[in-house]
């Protein structure tokens, strides 16, 4: 029990950095005539409180899909409509059908990021708490310093309370967390429930779900699908359709009603190259047109074979010997910017997980400085770091074994004798990518582009990420495929 006053004390801490960089920009503020995303999940909220359900994903009059047409899935609107009520009991004005289009107050701001908070404290922030107070071989002083950091990943904190993005990222990563929670205490059916809530709170690319669909099919193939496995397997194909077709019922009076979501949910007409985000397209892009060479179906098609293909080593692994850390690691291998597997696993292994954090908050840098939120970038970001290097010594953890490299090694060993110096190219490279990402914060913040080339600083983000982002899918899928200790199922979280 001692370790509780020191678990409110960080989340208060959680709370409070949260909270104070709520007080900055946001998205769009001030900037006709489309606003931001802040504007988007207003006008979400207007939308699902003044039109019908069934109006909700499709273009008229009153809802022009120009303007932030509604494109999360239904349990996004479900939660629009419940800040909506609150909201018309507050001031209707904040949501009063077209005329509160770009509505902009401090009263109104302050909703808005009280709701954020709100749904933080409802669904991830108790996630966190939990995960953390079940690690199992870790002193409890470790536990609360593991809760800390998580709790201070400036990534998360810069999307939900500065950049306000357009959807609630904690609420869905909430969900995801108490699956990972439910998966690893081996409370099936909550992980089973937690997951589809996800699903239907934010439409993860559907290879995000392969892992945990893979990790619950080992499982019942190892129970035999003809004794327990097979009523494991029943039960949990109950919950999840139960869970969606709860959240999809109002949807699923009409054919063209679902259709119609599904086309909002997935709209591939957008492409790979949205906004440069630090994906291996934009990167391969500036040596070789994939843009104009390839049509956008093409695209998607190469862009799905090889997420697919990604994915399937460390997936099959997970089939055959299905365990709670072997679906955690698997959770790894997928490239998510706000990447809380990542987080989970700070404890196991500081160096990389603080590094692939640093990296996935700098991969925004272009989103942050365009809302104004430099200063709390740099302050989040010093105060995660400084967290992790004060409760995990993340710069001598750095040995093939504190990498979970030592197998990897061995293996390569019996060809190359002389292959000793893994963990020094490692350090190597995180000197060369940590002073890279300081430099182009520096030349993004002091220098103007040459006119020739307006998208060099952004462009040179992105391809720096992705560099990294490649470099830590390999890491992570290194050591899925040769740590023997992955396959060993487990109870706890370990």
Not at 33 to 59: C, S
Not at 215 to 227: A, P, S, T
Request: proline residues 5%; glycine residues 4%.
């Amino acid at each position: 029990m001692e370790k509780w006053p020191w678990m409110t004390i960080v989340v208060l801490i959680g709370l409070t950095a949260r909270w104070t960089v709520s007080l900055n920009s946001y998205s769009g503020i001030g900037k006709p005539p489309m606003f931001g995303d802040y504007e988007a999940q207003r006008h979400w909220q207007e939308i699902t409180f003044n039109l019908p359900v069934k109006q909700w994903y499709f273009n008229s009059s009153d809802n022009n899909l120009q303007y932030w047409g509604l494109d999360y899935p239904p349990l996004t609107a479900y939660h629009s409509l419940l800040c909506a009520y609150v909201a018309e009991f507050i001031n209707p004005d904040w949501i009063a059908l077209h005329t509160s289009r770009g509505y902009e107050s401090q009263a109104h701001k302050l909703f808005m990021r009280a709701t954020v908070l709100i749904a933080d404290l409802l669904t991830y922030i108790p996630a966190v708490v939990l995960y953390c107070c079940c690690l199992k071989e870790i002193s409890t002083k470790k536990k609360i310093a593991n809760a800390l950091c998580i709790l201070l990943y400036p990534g998360l904190i810069l999307i939900d309370y500065g950049h306000f993005h357009n959807i609630y990222n904690s609420v869905s990563l909430g969900f995801a967390l108490w699956g990972i929670l439910g998966v690893s205490c081996d409370w099936d059916l909550l992980g089973s429930l937690a997951f589809c809530l996800a699903l239907n709170y934010k439409q993860m690319e559907l290879y995000h779900s392969l892992p945990f669909f893979c990790f619950l099919l080992g499982k019942c193939l190892k129970k035999g699908l003809k004794g327990k496995g097979f009523g494991l397997l029943l039960k949990l194909a109950c919950t999840v359709l139960a869970s969606f077709l709860l959240c999809w019922l109002p949807f699923l009076t009409e054919g063209e009603q679902v259709w119609q979501v599904l086309r909002r949910l997935f709209p591939v007409d957008r492409g790979l190259f949205e906004d440069k985000v630090a994906n291996i397209w934009c990167s391969v892009n500036i040596f070789l047109k994939i843009k104009d060479i390839l049509s956008h179906h093409i695209q998607v098609a190469i862009s799905f074979c090889f997420t697919f293909l990604s994915l399937l080593p460390a997936c099959i692994k997970l089939t055959l010997q299905p365990s709670p850390k072997g679906f955690r690691y698997t959770l790894l291998t997928l490239k998510i910017i706000l990447n809380v597997p990542v987080c989970l696993v700070l404890n196991e292994i500081p160096f990389m997980s603080t590094w692939f954090l640093l990296v996935s908050t700098f991969s925004m840098l272009p989103l942050l400085l365009k809302d104004g939120l430099l200063m709390p970038s740099v302050v989040t970001v010093m105060s995660f770091f400084t967290a992790c290097a004060t409760f995990f010594p993340i710069l001598e953890k750095i040995s093939e074994e504190e990498l979970q490299l030592k197998s990897f090694s061995i293996s390569v060993r019996k060809y190359l004798p002389w292959f000793t110096f893994l963990p020094r190219i490692i350090q190597y490279l995180y000197l060369s990518s940590v002073v890279s990402m300081v430099l182009l914060t520096l030349m993004t913040v002091t220098l103007d582009p040459p006119k020739k080339l307006p998208d060099l600083f952004p462009v040179l983000v992105c391809f720096v990420s992705c560099m990294n982002f490649l470099f830590f899918w390999v890491y992570f899928n290194i050591i899925i495929i040769w740590d023997s200790k992955i396959g060993r199922n487990g109870k706890k979280i370990n």
